[in-house]
């Protein structure tokens, strides 16, 4: 059985406040960057001229930082569509304050004797019932609605 508890506004907007970016700063991706080109500089610079770098090792490295490259702006990307989504979030959070909410499930909480709920027939009906049941599964009430 589920349970349907109640959120306030708050309750939302202090969970989505409480997200924080994932995104890398770019002082630090432009770091790795210039870090690596200086390494590789002073790697050709310091090479033994009888025995030099060869071109797939050259090749390779360039792709690895052109790789390491690619994979910083995907992380900006993805952190800037995660920090919109959770802005859309929120507003679609406010547009609900003060106003009631369906969500699924087959059970209510009971507060101060009483419990919220509807349901959606799937095809037209001629005689519904509802039947309310204890947490032990106990027949309570059965209502007939027509």
């Known amino acids: 059985m589920s349970t349907v508890n109640s959120t306030t506004s708050s309750d939302v907007i202090n969970k989505l406040q409480k997200t924080s970016s994932t995104g ?5 991706e432009m ?3 210039s870090s690596f080109l200086k390494l590789l500089t002073e790697q050709l610079k310091n090479q033994d001229p009888l025995s030099p770098m060869d071109n797939a090792q050259m090749t390779s490295q360039l792709a690895q930082i052109s790789t390491v490259d690619g994979l910083g702006k995907l992380n900006t ?3 800037t569509l995660l920090e919109s989504s959770q802005s859309g979030e ?8 003060g106003k009631g909410v369906m969500v699924g499930g087959d059970g209510l909480s009971l507060s101060s004797g009483k419990a919220y709920g509807g349901f959606e027939l799937t095809s037209p009906a001629d005689k519904v019932s509802v039947t309310i049941k204890d947490s032990n599964g106990l027949e309570v009430r059965t209502l ?3």
């Open 24 to 28: 890398a700063p770019k002082a630090m």
């Open 31 to 33: 770091g790795t960057q």
């Open 77 to 79: 990307t993805l952190s």
């Open 90 to 97: 929120a507003m679609q959070a406010a547009a609900l304050v």
């Open 144 to 146: 007939e609605l027509g």
